[in-house]
């Protein structure tokens, strides 16, 4: 695909230079030089190869906040996807965190399946229902030290699955939108024929997913296929019709993680299910729609910009004892921040917190 | 540790900068407000190119320093001393030294068929760190996810 290609199918040429893109973007905020306005306009004036060889292309954190306020409607997002899969050929591979382990990771498991086993709870490897699980193993590895608590993640999924009703069977993988987001689609098409053969194999469905990413990778980024998907949130806000009490000592808040919120348009279903467990939510300044991001997507270029824009996140959610987020990864970056940090917050998973309170 | 892996650090009052390193690598970069070089931690491993094209001597290898966090958490930078080990790579093997285990070539490695080699360092008395240290551990961890258990291998 050629850049005037990409230019055509992302409508970049709509743009009316209004710049509340730029004026929206986090990353612009710490980080002066970088500006999806000038990103755009530079790509129409031409200047492809200064675009194609910069490293700028690898701060977008691809939140979507820029699309939401754009008024002729550009696709920043495929934009920047198919400029970093054009990237990528021309040997540009930006800077990867955590040496790269997680690109490895989802080579290896193209090739090689994960061992299954790795979640407590009632499971029949025979049912139509899955639970996707993601990346939460290699989690708990490689943030041994943050206590990330992945599997407690999983297991609580599975324990509120079994309480109403559902006895899943389990998909162990990678959905591939790491590789997708930056820009290796020969990975990700690997990926994804790899899950589809297991989906098919397994006659799966319907399938739940716990991470806000995978749900979208299967929803919006694979092939149409005649399976129900759900995130576990929606499956609740559906099933769940009691009302449990709870000791409300702590105050809460919700942070909507991007790929929930912005880009699967999921609010109000989370905001239920923590109503009916009594869970009461003091809002931060910026919610819903125009929630700011985490700081870091996709494992890449991680620094000390990035922690501005956490930290700015995090001073927001001062009012609160526990700030809740639906995105492991969300996670894991708070409780970077928090390690080295003083803050008086505590961070848990939307599910760890219902699984706690459903007895 | 690997979320905060801090190599290499500056010393902003030494420095003049010249920016020859801003030049030679991506992960640091100049703050031309305050007029301060910056070094990305997370995505810095360590090569030392900086360190040596310095002219003034403001970039430094960080040696056997352990930054506390809390009580419980300690954390350990890279702990590497330039023992001059050689870094090896063929068709069947790569050998890396235990305190520059690159996790991500590492497994990578694996995944094109080859087996992994953790040997100890040269200068092994003048490190802290044990042979078993936090990374290999990891590695083989998450190898095990997979099921592979013979593909790496710590050797003395």
Not at chain 1, 17 to 34: A, D, H, L, M
Request: proline content about 2%; aromatic content about 8%.
């Amino acid at each position: 695909m050629t850049l005037e290609k990409i230019i055509d199918s992302s409508q970049v040429f709509y743009c009316v230079e209004c710049r509340k893109c730029s004026s929206i973007c986090p990353v612009t905020r710490v980080y002066g030089e970088f500006s999806p306005a000038s990103f755009v306009e530079r790509c129409l004036i031409g200047f492809h190869d200064e675009i194609l060889h910069s490293m700028d292309i690898w701060k977008c954190l691809e939140c979507g906040l820029c699309e939401s306020v754009c008024p002729s409607g550009v696709k920043f997002l495929d934009f920047m996807r198919e400029i970093r899969n054009m990237a990528r050929e021309k040997g540009n591979f930006g800077i990867a965190t955590h040496e790269g382990v997680f690109e490895s990771i989802a080579k290896l498991t193209t090739k090689n399946d994960i061992k299954e086993g790795w979640i407590d709870g009632e499971i029949d490897e025979t049912s139509n229902i899955a639970y996707f699980v993601g990346c939460l193993p290699f989690f708990d590895i490689i943030f041994k030290e943050l206590e990330i608590n992945a599997k407690n993640i999983a297991d609580s999924t599975v324990k509120l699955l079994n309480k109403y009703g559902v006895i899943p069977s389990i998909i162990y993988g990678c959905c591939g939108h790491d590789a997708l987001w930056t820009g290796n689609k020969e990975l990700f098409n690997k990926l994804m024929e790899k899950n589809l053969e297991i989906l098919k194999k397994k006659g799966i469905e319907k399938i739940i997913f716990s991470c806000p990413e995978c749900y979208r990778t299967f929803k919006m980024d694979y092939p149409e296929m005649d399976i129900e998907l759900m995130h576990i949130s929606e499956f609740l806000d559906k099933n769940m019709k009691e009302s449990v009490k709870g000791e409300n000592e702590k105050t809460y808040t919700f942070h909507d993680s991007c790929r929930l919120g912005r880009h699967l348009g999921i609010y109000e279903e989370p905001r239920n299910v923590l109503k009916k467990i009594d869970v009461e939510i003091k809002e931060m300044e910026h919610n819903r729609e125009m929630a700011l991001c985490c700081g870091t997507s996709s494992w890449m270029n991680c620094d000390w910009k990035s922690e501005e824009i956490r930290e700015k996140r995090l001073e927001e959610a001062k009012h609160a004892d526990v700030l809740i987020t639906t995105c492991p990864k969300c996670k894991i970056h708070f409780k970077c921040t928090l390690s080295h940090k003083n803050y008086n917050l505590e961070i848990k998973d939307f599910v760890e917190v219902v699984a706690e309170r459903i007895k | 540790m690997l979320f905060k892996q801090i190599p290499v650090e500056i010393d902003n009052d030494a420095c003049s900068k010249c920016r020859i390193c801003v030049s030679l690598c991506e992960c640091i970069s100049y703050d031309e407000e305050n007029n301060l070089i910056f070094i990305n931690a997370i995505s810095c491993k360590g090569c030392g190119i900086c360190v040596s094209s310095c002219p003034s001597n403001a970039l430094q290898h960080i040696f056997d320093r352990v930054f506390v966090l809390s009580e419980s958490k300690e954390i350990k930078p890279f702990d590497c001393v330039n023992c001059g080990y050689e870094f090896f790579e063929d068709k069947e093997k790569i050998i890396f030294c235990s305190r520059r285990l690159d996790m991500g070539k590492a497994i990578e490695s694996v995944f094109k068929g080859k087996r992994v080699v953790v040997k100890d360092c040269l200068l092994v008395e003048k490190t802290t760190t044990k042979i078993d240290n936090e990374k290999t551990k990891k590695m083989k961890e998450i190898l095990e996810l997979f099921g592979i258990e013979d593909k790496i291998k710590v050797e003395k």
